[in-house]
């Protein structure tokens, strides 16, 4: 799991399993491009990881914003060569088919599917024409199972999956590979605050009858990263303790 000589560039970085992408790429000898939107978090992020004499760079930025999304990846390609993609930024705006609004529904689709889609789209022209690559998407179990009361992040989570294996036939033959993690519950900020009447049943449902941890995510995504991954394309792997099979 070597990723000594890649650049990873890592969404929703800030806290959670972005943040903990962050910190074991970097144990991993990787350079980092972080995005995220949270100005507190970012920062206090990336500084810990170079104050370790690691690369980073950090940039603040709302990924749904187009137009400067792609200024920025513009920029970005004149300082560095991106190897590594980890689509990782979301949010979720519960609700059942009958009450969510439409807003609501294109704004989860936006940053789960949309977001990913221009990143892979900007950058592997590089990663195919230099002959590796690797894009990591993150999804979810309610991807695979659905959820009541979740359409819209079912809905995108299910579409990061069709995204993923689409890119991956795509780019196969020009040595990129293409995965995606699907997470089960996860010690991340949104579940921390979840209450317990909602968090119990599906730890009791869990198989390890416990909630993960970030990293535990976050070393599946440095496995598909590295050269130790190199003939895994267009699958999922389920971080989930067994919730949901």
């Known amino acids: 799991m070597d990723l000594s000589g890649r650049t990873a560039l890592i969404t929703g970085a ?3 399993i972005g943040e903990a992408c962050a910190r074991v790429f970097a144990e991993k000898g990787a350079k980092l491009v972080l995005l995220d939107k949270n100005r507190e978090t970012l920062p206090r992020v990336a500084n810990s ?27 970005l390609k004149k300082e560095v060569l ?32 949309v977001v990913p889609f221009l990143l892979s789209k900007w950058l592997l022209h590089d990663m195919r024409s230099q002959k590796w690559g690797r894009i990591i998407n ?13 359409v819209a992040y079912s809905t995108a989570k299910a579409a990061v999956i069709g995204l993923t294996k689409t890119l991956a036939r795509e780019a196969g033959a ?7 993690i699907v997470p089960g519950l996860i010690r991340t900020p949104p579940i ?11 730890i009791h449902q869990t198989l390890l ?25 267009g699958t999922t792997i389920t971080v989930s303790g067994g919730w949901g099979i």
């Open 14 to 16: 800030g806290q959670g």
């Open 82 to 113: 991106i190897d590594i993609l980890v689509n990782n930024a979301g949010f979720d705006r519960p609700g059942t088919t009958q009450k969510i609004e439409k807003k609501q529904f294109n704004e989860v689709m936006s940053i789960h599917v």
């Open 174 to 180: 020009d040595g990129v590979t293409v995965n995606a």
């Open 209 to 233: 009858r416990r909630i993960g941890e970030p990293e535990e995510v976050a070393k599946v995504a440095a496995f598909l990263a590295s050269d130790d991954a190199s003939y895994i394309t």
């Open 49 to 75: 990881i170079a104050e370790q004499g690691i690369p980073v760079i950090a940039r603040i930025i709302d990924l749904t914003h187009t137009l400067a999304l792609k200024k920025l990846i513009k920029e």
């Open 138 to 150: 993150i999804s979810s179990v309610y991807g695979t199972s659905g959820a009541k009361g979740e």
């Open 192 to 202: 921390i605050q979840m209450p317990d009447k909602y968090k119990e049943p599906i």
